[in-house]
């Protein structure tokens, strides 16, 4: 084996990725805290969990989850105003 193609085996992931799944976590957990917790709270939550979500989605080019989450950033930061 080379050790250039050992060297491409050995790089660390992108940091996206945990996040991507952190974001999944917090929009389920945002959602039970909406309905019965407390909504600015929930919306709180939400917000930080799309907006660390869409690093992974501009990296990987899927750019209608991008448009989705910015427009729910939208909508959950004129909530929060």
């Known amino acids: 084996m080379s050790h ?5 085996n050995l790089t660390q992931p992108s940091i996206d990725i945990p ?3 952190l974001g999944s976590i917090g929009v389920i957990t945002a959602y039970f805290i909406v309905l019965h917790v407390n909504v600015t709270v929930g919306v709180c939550l939400h917000f930080l969990a799309d907006l660390i979500s869409v690093p992974y989605f501009i990296r990987t080019k899927s750019w209608d989850v991008v448009i989705m989450l910015t427009f729910l950033l939208f909508i959950g930061g004129s909530k929060l105003l």
């Open 19 to 21: 996040l991507r799944v």
């Open 4 to 8: 250039t193609s050992l060297h491409s």
